[in-house]
């Protein structure tokens, strides 16, 4: 599967396994592991950079194990095979948020124009809260 044109994941990597869905559907739930658990070991892949695997872990800390796994389910259909599929466009979706780096930042400052209709705001709204107080006669 390839993400970005840096970032390579092998299918061999994955390792799935299968459980019965819960939920609404009759026998077939009963029945048919339909439920796919993609297990997928993030420190040991090699075709993902360094950089892009420490921003997966930052975005997605609560989906890791302890280890470094990363365990993605999926029982939206019926059928195990489109689960495993969506299981693995899931993966390749959260893969392709955290590929770019996030654009740096760069301070500015108000203008002087900002600067003034800020202190002219500031100051209508004392002149009215001073009109707003008792008045000593």
Known sequence: MEVAPNIRVDE????FSFARSGGPGGQNVNKVSSKVILHWDLAAAPGVPEAVKARFRARFANRLTEAGVLVLDCDETRSQHQNRELVVARLKGMLEQVARP??????????????NRRRAS????????????????
Request: no cysteine; proline share 9%; glycine share 0%.
């Open 122 to 137: 500031r100051e209508r709204d004392s002149q009215k809260k001073q009109l707003r107080r008792k008045v000593d006669y």
């Open 102 to 115: 996030p654009k740096k930042r760069i301070p500015t400052k108000p203008s002087k124009a900002a600067r």
């Open 12 to 15: 061999s990597e994955f390792k």
